[in-house]
């Protein structure tokens, strides 16, 4: 007996991730425009001025009157302006070409089990959702990995105006579905934006924790609430009948 009727999930480190680091990638697509920049620099720089872009207009800009395509490309522009790279027509290309790359397969790695887990889900009458903190690109991106065919919806946070861990994202799905949060179960990579974002309203969460690091930085939170992968799933969703 279904023990839990509605998983929703993560995408990015939990179902899918990127293939190359960003650095690699930025540094790969500039390579085709004849420009040379160290990649591990390149990282380092990208992950500040993210935090920082984030901070400053947070969920890809929806609120900030710009688009989630020039949201990006600040970022990337930067990142490469700090590793001394300034020529702003090249860069401009450079930023297209990922913003466009990033939509596709080719630049993911969907983890080994979870389209066969995902699968096994479906077959079993659980209603699958994903809410993620992604731009518009969501969609796309789950429809070339082919696995938005296993998704009953898909709420990207710059579709629901506000993004994990604010408790509005996960309480739209439970309003449009009429559910209650007990009967729902969210999981995701991330301790503050999936697991308590989820609990804030009342869902059941799980952390997907595929290296166990978090487990052991985490004392507050029960060890079953800890996959490795998420094949350990089938034995959260069932309940014995007595």
């Not at 995408?11 to 420009?35: C, D, M, W």
């Not at 400053?56 to 800009?61: A, E, M």
């Not at 990995?145 to 710059?158: K, R």
Request: aromatic share 10%.
């Amino acid at each position: 007996m279904l023990r839990l009727k509605v998983l929703t999930f993560d995408v990015n480190n939990t179902l899918i991730k990127v293939r190359n680091s960003v650095g690699q990638q930025y540094a790969q697509v500039a390579s085709h425009f004849a420009v040379k920049v160290n990649a591990d620099e390149l990282g380092k720089a990208y992950r500040a001025l993210y935090k920082e872009q984030n901070k400053k207009r947070p969920n890809f800009g929806a609120e900030s009157g710009i688009t989630s395509e020039q949201w990006w490309g600040e970022i990337v522009h930067k990142s490469f302006q700090q590793v001394g790279y300034t020529e702003e027509n090249t860069l401009a290309k450079i930023s297209a070409k990922l913003y466009e790359d990033y939509k596709h397969a080719s630049s993911w790695h969907v983890f080994p089990e979870v389209k066969e887990m995902l699968k096994f889900l479906n077959k079993n009458g659980v209603c699958l959702g994903v809410i993620s903190n992604m731009d518009e690109r969501l969609i796309p991106i789950l429809q070339e990995t082919d696995l938005a065919q296993h998704f009953a919806f898909i709420l990207p946070s710059i579709q629901a105006k506000c993004h994990k861990p604010d408790p509005k994202i996960f309480q739209q799905v439970l309003d449009r579905l009429r559910i209650p949060a007990a009967d729902c179960a969210h999981i995701g990579d991330n301790i503050e934006k999936d697991y308590y974002g989820a609990k804030g309203v009342g869902m059941n969460a799980f952390v997907i924790d595929r290296d166990k690091t978090a487990r052991q930085q985490h004392n507050d939170i029960p060890k079953e609430q800890f996959l490795q992968d998420l094949t350990e799933l089938e034995t959260k969703i069932f309940q014995e009948i007595k």
